[in-house]
């Protein structure tokens, strides 16, 4: 009896040691390394897909079909959180942007990550696409501000 009682109460304490031990656990550093792993997947996948459409047609990507242009040679990116990828152009160059509105500061900051990724003149978050200065200061995240991430190709 005294060795079902002893299991018992090392059972509860494995309980709460495993349940209160997820407090020490940081879940938004999981959490920005996947968000950082998916954005950098789909923009080298664009990156690929805008690479095999020149070279095998040698025409240069179109802003307007950009998605009909290089689908037939890579699977387009879904939306991530709610925002979306565009490709343009400007004075600075071609451009790919992952755009929309963003509500959590953990989505921003690894967003802002990235500088640590990439080349720092080819990457730049603002509010619009095709920016080439970043944000002055960090948004206000209550207000769902519109955050555009410009990936210049080079």
């Known amino acids: 009896m005294?060795?079902?009682?002893?299991?018992v109460i090392a059972i509860a304490i494995s309980g709460f040691v495993v349940l209160g031990g997820t407090n020490?656990?940081?879940f938004n550093?999981?959490?920005?390394?996947k968000i950082k792993?998916?954005?950098?997947?789909d923009y080298t996948n664009l990156l690929n897909g805008r690479s095999i459409y020149m070279q095998h047609t040698d025409l240069n990507l179109t802003v307007l079909n950009w998605e009909d242009?290089?689908?037939?040679?890579v699977f387009l990116p879904n939306d991530i959180n709610g925002l979306t990828w565009v490709y343009n152009?400007?004075?600075?160059?071609?451009?790919?942007?992952?755009?929309?509105n963003?509500?959590?500061?953990n989505f921003y900051n690894a967003l802002v990550e990235f500088t640590d990724d990439l080349n720092q003149d080819s990457y730049f978050i603002d509010t619009n696409c095709g920016s080439t200065t970043n944000f002055?200061?960090?948004?206000?995240f209550g207000l769902a501000p519109q955050v555009s991430v410009t990936f210049y190709v080079k």
Not at 29 to 33: E, H, R, V
Not at 102 to 105: D, S, T
Not at 136 to 140: D, E, G, L, R
Request: glycine share 4%; hydrophobic share 35%.
């Open 102 to 105: 963003v509500e959590k500061e």
């Open 69 to 73: 242009e290089i689908k037939e040679y």
């Open 24 to 26: 020490y656990i940081d």
């Open 37 to 41: 792993n998916e954005i950098l997947s």
């Open 136 to 140: 002055a200061v960090t948004p206000n």
């Open 89 to 100: 152009k400007n004075a600075t160059g071609e451009y790919f942007c992952l755009t929309g």
């Open 29 to 33: 550093s999981f959490d920005k390394i």
């Open 2 to 7: 005294t060795h079902l009682i002893a299991l």
